[in-house]
């Protein structure tokens, strides 16, 4: 499995930006999938994960939006109203979809088998 995040860029603050990940090497709709980000000098964080189906979504970072396109394997993270803090490089990841007993979970690095490279985003004030 391979992932391609794209859409990083500068924006100005209250702007938006959509970032898109794309899949490959296996059956897309298999796959839960997750965003997080990384500022520098600090850890990263969960911004939100979608079922495989696309039907559920869990812990979406308010007032971001994350959605799916199986049909073209690709995820997307709608950011609005963007803030200097949400300044960060972001990475798209993927689980195998699978039984979780604590859906909490899913805002853990570790249940994540693949991992894209990530694309930065810059808000400006």
């Known amino acids: 499995v391979q992932l391609q995040a794209s859409g990083g860029g500068p924006v100005q603050a209250g702007g938006s930006l959509r970032l898109s990940c794309r899949f490959s090497?296996?059956?897309?709709?298999?796959?839960?999938m997750a965003w997080f980000r990384q500022a520098q000098g600090k850890e990263r964080e969960h911004v939100g994960t979608i079922s495989g189906n696309g039907d559920s979504t869990y812990y979406v970072h308010y007032p971001f939006d994350i959605s799916r396109d199986n049909a073209k394997s690709t995820v997307f993270l709608q950011m609005n109203e963007l803030k200097p803090e949400d300044t960060a490089v972001y990475y798209c990841?993927?689980?195998?979809?699978?039984?979780?007993?604590?859906?909490?979970?899913?805002?853990?690095?570790?249940?994540?088998?693949?991992w894209g490279q990530g694309t930065q985003v810059t808000v400006s004030s």
């Open positions: 990841a993927a689980r195998l979809s699978r039984f979780i007993d604590d859906y909490g979970r899913l805002k853990m690095e570790d249940v994540y088998e693949y």
């Open positions: 090497g296996g059956t897309f709709s298999h796959y839960d």
